[in-house]
């Protein structure tokens, strides 16, 4: 299974900017990046993915390093509803047995202090 | 109610018990995948079903634990003669593909405490 690092934690103040970095050296072409959050006592929720180019949505922005080997998913003001741990992942596009099987890992626990 | 719905959200159940877990998911939705995250961990792959089939079963820890998805939509997970190290939450997640794109949604988990 392709692998994914993060921080074990990461804080932050309200209202500030946040950069949650990610490395995937052993990425193939045909894996998309996700990113998922769980918040306490919920199940994780989607954030983004992306492939290649950079991608902005509601909840966040996601940078892709031009090799492909990092990423960083950018909360563009945090919130105190923003503190969970977010989850870097892989998932291939590809083809085989073993699409299914996405490696969650222990991701960033983020805390967002008032 | 349009998410993945799971049932029970708590079992406590005494070790050598059989339990089940059912997970409905969305509507529609081909791929379902059941995980399992025990106090402080991330999320540990179990299964994974496209339709009524399981392409991977290997994640699942030991022959005690087996899982069905019938029609294409409801799915069991049954762990048999439970054990204390059983205990964590079990979620279940739904997802429109198994292929890169797919967004996956999850239930809120059953949480198994095996005494």
């Known amino acids: 299974d392709a692998k994914t690092t993060q921080p074990n934690s990461m804080e932050s103040n309200e209202e500030e900017p946040v950069h949650l970095p990610c490395n995937h050296s052993?990425?193939?072409?045909?894996?998309?990046i996700h990113w998922y959050r769980q918040l306490p006592s919920q199940g994780p929720e989607y954030v983004i993915h992306?492939?290649?180019s950079n991608v902005n949505n509601r909840m966040a922005s996601l940078a892709i390093a031009e090799d492909r080997k990092s990423s960083t998913l950018i909360l563009h003001r945090a919130t105190l509803r923003d503190a969970a741990v977010y989850y870097c992942i892989l998932r291939d596009h590809g083809r085989g047995s073993t699409l299914g099987r996405l490696y969650f890992g222990r991701g960033t626990q983020l805390t967002v202090w008032p | 109610g349009a998410g993945v719905s799971q049932s029970p959200s708590n079992k406590v159940t005494e070790k050598g018990k059989d339990v089940e877990l059912r997970c409905d998911p969305i509507?529609?939705?081909?791929?379902l995948y059941w995980y399992r995250q025990s106090l402080g961990q991330g999320l540990e792959f179990l299964i994974y079903f496209q339709g009524n089939s399981a392409p991977d079963k290997s994640g699942l820890p030991s022959d005690r634990f087996s899982a069905e998805r019938t029609g294409g939509s409801v799915s069991t997970l049954t762990i048999q003669r439970t054990q204390q190290e059983d205990s964590a939450v079990y979620l279940c997640a739904s997802s429109s593909s198994t292929r890169g794109t797919g967004e996956l949604f999850f239930g809120e988990g059953s949480r198994l405490t095996v005494l």
């Open positions: 052993t990425i193939s072409g045909t894996d998309y």
């Open positions: 509507s529609g939705h081909t791929a």
């Open positions: 992306g492939l290649t």
